[in-house]
């Protein structure tokens, strides 16, 4: 692996992050169905000053991903995120692609 591959694989950044002392949470697409943007395993790792690398959508869907990854670092709970057409959020995010993806967002360490 080079360094610019490890520069810019999330995990390897969440790793780098974490061990500079930031609060990091790591959001990882589980589930797809129908047209999504990412496939499953897609990661998007998230600081406590909303800073971020990597990708589990695009568009709107990862800002609300950041928003709640913001609430997992506070509060340590990890959450289940779920997209889709057929939800209301999926219009007012932007997955509007007629798929549906789950995102599971958890704190490092």
């Given at each position: 692996m080079t360094t610019d591959t490890i520069l810019r694989d999330p995990l390897a950044i969440a790793e780098s992050w974490f061990g500079e002392?930031?609060?990091?949470?790591?959001?990882?697409?589980?589930?797809?169905?129908?047209?999504?943007?990412?496939?499953?395993g897609s990661h998007l790792v998230i600081d406590g000053e909303g800073n971020f690398e990597g990708s589990v959508s695009g568009g709107?869907?990862?800002?609300?991903v950041i928003t709640e990854?913001?609430?997992?670092?506070?509060?340590?709970?990890?959450?289940?995120?779920?997209?889709?057409?057929?939800d209301e959020t999926a219009w007012r995010v932007g997955l509007s692609c007629g798929g549906r993806i789950r995102v599971h967002v958890e704190r490092l360490g």
């Open positions: 002392g930031r609060s990091v949470a790591i959001a990882t697409v589980i589930e797809t169905w129908g047209s999504a943007p990412r496939p499953v709107c869907v990862e800002g609300a990854a913001l609430d997992v670092i506070e509060s340590g709970a990890a959450k289940m995120l779920e997209f889709g057409v057929a």
